[in-house]
């Protein structure tokens, strides 16, 4: 290699490392709204103050961080937000899912579902069908009832006691099937049991013949955005089965979660 190919080499590295060291002080700052000191900043990244001061005023000369002088606290300025809110306004739910469900369905050989919630029901927005010759079909755009559907019951787990309430008081709790949960305290007892294994299930509540297990997809604030599941003829998916379809569609919900910037709760 010659001399001048090898400064080059060293130039690009050298400014590789410090992207690096600039992105890792914005991802600190951004996980400590309040702000941090120089100090507290080199101490955490292990970096020399120096080295911190200059890529701190690196960024403040940007807009990404500001330097609040009552504090003495480096805070994220806004530049972050307007480029984190480009992410969050191209964000497509469907879009980024799909690949995740394409997978969930190859490692399940079952259909996997993608649903928001609309008041006491659930909207279906996407499908990847399985390749069996018998296999569930949901349209996007399809509806149905949250207390008796996985995707309902995953995302009903998620939310706050007096949100459930909201949601299901007043309102009669369809019987679909003689497996449907029309008891209130019934359907609550149902949720907490979910809420401890870490999926909801169906198990022919919804229709005759039809199983589902369903996790969920959280949004930024480490709220329930969409449910995911597999669904399957009772047939072919037993109630040990089942349970374990549950297991592999937290982990792909997890992935989906983390692809769309979302947060898990604590």
């Known amino acids: 290699m010659s001399a001048e190919a090898s400064t080059t080499q060293s130039v690009r590295t050298g400014q590789v490392q410090s992207l690096t060291r600039a992105l890792s002080i914005l991802n600190a700052i951004a996980d400590n709204p309040p ?35 009552d ?39 079952e259909t996997v579902n993608l649903a928001i919630a609309d008041e006491n029901r659930v909207i279906y927005l996407a499908q990847v069908e399985s390749r069996e010759m018998m296999r569930v079909f949901s349209k996007p755009g399809n509806h149905v009832p949250m207390h008796c559907s996985g995707v309902g019951k995953a995302i009903l787990m998620a939310m706050r006691p007096e949100d459930i309430q909201r949601i299901i008081a007043n309102k009669t709790l369809k019987k679909l099937t003689d497996k449907t949960i029309t008891d209130t305290q019934m359907l609550l007892s149902e949720l907490e049991e979910s809420c401890k294994r870490g999926f909801a299930m169906d198990d022919e509540e ?21 449910g995911l599941s597999i669904s399957g003829p009772a047939a072919r998916i037993s109630q040990e089965r089942l349970k374990e379809l549950g297991r592999i569609t937290v982990g792909i919900a997890a992935e989906i979660t983390t692809a769309l910037g979302g947060k898990h709760p604590r």
């Open 35 to 69: 702000g941090l000191s120089l100090t507290s900043i080199s101490k955490l990244l292990k970096l020399a103050p120096s080295t911190t001061h200059r890529l701190l005023t690196t960024l403040q000369e940007e807009h990404y961080v500001q330097y609040d002088r």
């Open 71 to 109: 504090g003495s606290l480096w805070q994220i300025a806004m530049r972050a937000f307007v480029t984190g809110n480009g992410f969050l306004t191209s964000r497509d739910l469907a879009t980024v899912a799909r690949p995740y469900m394409r997978r969930l369905m190859e490692l399940s050989g």
């Open 206 to 226: 919804h229709a005759i013949g039809l199983r589902c297990a369903a996790a969920l997809i959280y949004d930024e604030h480490a709220e329930p955005l969409a």
